[in-house]
């Protein structure tokens, strides 16, 4: 498929580089990159692409939704735009593969939402992030309440969403925003290797673990336990754990087969 502001890079086996591109608005997410997110998203194939990583070009990773779009909306149509990026988030949320936010700049509003979707988060110390849609009379809308208070509890989320202040890279290490902090010219290879060591774990395995731990968020922790106890038997079915094992008992690498 053609898209317009989407850049994507899958020649690293197993690797897929996705660049949200439109660089003269910061990235901004409108209905028509919103759109190509879906389509891209909805497309890609997990069996050859085990690691998605997402960032953007230029400045910023994405500056937030399309401000010059949303100020026209009214109630319904707001709670459509709202519904619509929320969902294609939860879809990134959802991928049976790990996804890796590369956040190479501003990431504000939609894309603060946009890479907490996302499993993983490295940021170029040039990075900000924040929750600034008070500022526009509204709150954020892509689920931003809600799994900015999950990664950094309920006192700092509710702060930053209630001032719309913006932190930096490195605030956002320390409250556990984002999971490491490089110089910019570091940030792609650092994901790259990152992405690269996921590859020689247990396709299967990684796919269950996610599976778990984004099931087991909203569970009481005797929920959680029982289904991590499930997936955690299911592992003893599969080939790859059957290699995992055999190939740790020989003192040799594994070849996982992914099934």
Avoid: W
Avoid at 101 to 125: H, P, T, Y
């Amino acid at each position: 498929m053609e898209y317009q502001f989407l850049k994507y890079d899958n020649s690293r086996e197993g690797i897929c580089v996705l660049t949200i591109a439109s660089p003269a608005t910061l990235n901004a997410l409108n209905t028509t990159i919103l759109a190509e997110l879906d389509a891209f998203v909805s497309s890609i194939d997990t069996s050859s692409t085990r690691v998605l990583i997402i960032t953007g070009e230029g400045k910023a990773f994405v500056a937030g939704a399309d401000i010059a779009q949303m100020s026209g909306l009214n109630h319904d149509e707001g709670y459509e735009f709202g519904r619509y990026g929320a969902t294609i988030f939860k879809k990134i949320e959802d991928l049976e593969i790990p996804v890796i936010a590369a956040v190479n700049g501003f990431a504000l509003g939609g894309g603060c939402e946009l890479a907490m979707s996302c499993d993983i988060r490295v940021a170029s110390v040039k990075a900000s992030f924040g929750q600034p849609e008070v500022n526009l009379g509204i709150i954020p809308g892509f689920s931003g309440t809600y799994r900015l208070s999950k990664l950094v509890g309920q006192g700092i989320a509710k702060e930053l969403i209630y001032t719309g202040d913006r932190i930096s890279a490195d605030e956002a290490l320390r409250i556990g925003l984002v999971n490491k902090v490089v110089a910019p010219d570091e940030l792609m290879d650092t994901v790259i290797a990152m992405a690269e060591r996921i590859l020689t774990s247990a396709p299967v395995a990684v796919r269950y673990a996610k599976r778990c731990i984004n099931e087991n968020y909203d569970l009481t922790a005797d929920e959680a336990i029982a289904l991590e106890n499930r997936y955690f038997a299911q592992c003893f079915a599969t080939a790859d754990q059957k290699e995992g094992m055999s190939a740790f008992l020989e003192k040799r690498k594994p070849t996982f087969e992914n099934k």
